[in-house]
């Protein structure tokens, strides 16, 4: 069974930075883009950060300059670090990859920012 699972989230002040790790198990053939959603209470789910097989990288202009994603094939895991986290950056965070063809999610990783 395919499964991403997703780690790091936490509490963090405002100013400080987190890691987060997704991690895709099971038979998996091929990987293409890899990024990261999120959803605040009360808010729709929004993109924030993909990366292409190829390595190319797009990010939600709140996010540009704070946060970097990148992504190891080997491991079949992308990262998502969070820098000069901001209480608006507090959400579930959600990994999303395109496996064999088909758009998987992760279970959510829960971040909050104090301000």
């Known amino acids: 069974q395919v499964r991403l699972v997703e780690s790091g989230g936490g509490l963090v002040q405002a100013g400080g930075s987190l890691r987060l790790s997704c991690a895709a198990s099971?038979?998996?053939?091929?990987?293409?883009?890899m990024g990261w959603y999120r959803q605040a209470p009360g808010k729709q789910r929004e993109f924030v950060a993909v990366?292409?097989?190829?390595?190319?990288?797009n990010y939600a202009d709140s996010v540009k300059g704070r946060f970097t994603i990148a992504r190891d094939n080997a491991k079949r895991t992308v990262y998502l670090q969070m820098n000069s986290l901001k209480p608006e950056d507090t959400a579930v965070y959600y990994c999303?990859?395109?496996?064999?063809?088909?758009?998987?999610w992760g279970q959510g990783t829960q971040v909050i920012v104090s301000s």
């Open positions: 999303n990859m395109n496996l064999d063809g088909s758009p998987r």
């Open positions: 099971g038979i998996i053939f091929t990987i293409n883009g």
């Open positions: 990366i292409t097989s190829g390595g190319s990288t």
